[in-house]
């Protein structure tokens, strides 16, 4: 409605006059042309010129078509108003431009969509409203935000899922705790929340950082593992059991950013083939190397696709798969295969 009316639409009459350009930007192509059909059609089924003044009371930004405040008493995602007046101008500019935004700029995006949603909202929204809202956005700037394959001909999945997956990953970002707790939460509240399954099981750690108490008795755990590391004198029972009691402070100096070469120092037996595959199939709930090749026999042969249209030429075997994505982030494939 704002654009018709800065384009000088006054009456119902004045739609025979709106062009496809008038209004490019706003809706996908084919959109723009079915509503100027129907501007035609509807001009032409009135007999005689007509004042009929339109609704242009509506105050909206002028690339978003007219939406209703989301009510407390509907979750509906549809009622959700992307704050486009929020986003950058180089970003905007890019959608005018139906060019795909720069990766800086898409995150951009994704921050102040989630970072607007949650100040509107109480507690977590639901996969279902992030995915409505990923659709929203694809389906207003299609040539930007739609999941394509390299040639740009063929919609990958549902055209939405990468920008559905980067909203998720906003929500729990943001609502993780970041800091080391000293208090403890009540026993019955502990194993609630075990039993309880949440979101967060389906994406990363699930105890991203426990409270952290007694660290003396800790880290004299800590130090006798060590001990046992260099003189192979423990049996494998211990040292599973004393991995999983000082696992708080393993997370705590992972989440301090220490270095792979500091965290093997530390903790030697935390990547131990024997330690290291069941305790993370404990943490992330499912066998980790069935996952991995389910998720490579899907996504193999994009991934080959996607490397060597960058110029590393690799083979289908999923060592070769793994080695190829750690070479094109520059990482060292020694320490992830170890």
Known sequence: MDRLEIIGVSCVDDLNFVRTEDVDGILPPIQCRRLIQAFTAESQAIPTPTVTPLPLNVHLSPTLPPTPEPTDNSSSCATYAIPWNK?????????????????????????????DLLGKQHGRPGRAKLREIAKQIVQQYPCSFQDRDLNGTNVIGSGYDSLFVQLENRVENVRRPLTTSSAKSPAEDEDALRKKSTHADRYGCVMWQPAVEGTAELQSKQDELKTAFKTNDLPESSIRKMMAETYSIQRAAINQGSTVDTILKEWPFLFEAVH?????????????????????????????????????????????????????????????FY
């Open 87 to 115: 986003m950058p101008p180089n970003l905007m500019l890019a959608l005018s431009e139906k060019k795909r935004p720069k990766p800086k700029e898409r995150r951009e995006l994704v921050r102040i969509v989630i970072d």
């Open 276 to 336: 290291f595959f069941d305790h993370t199939c404990t943490l992330l709930g499912f066998p980790v190397q069935t996952k991995l090749a389910e998720e490579l026999s899907r996504k193999g042969k994009n991934i080959k696709d996607f490397l060597e249209s960058k110029g590393d030429q690799v083979g289908e075997d999923p060592l070769q798969l793994i080695s190829g994505i750690a070479k094109f982030f520059k990482e060292n494939p020694d320490y992830l």
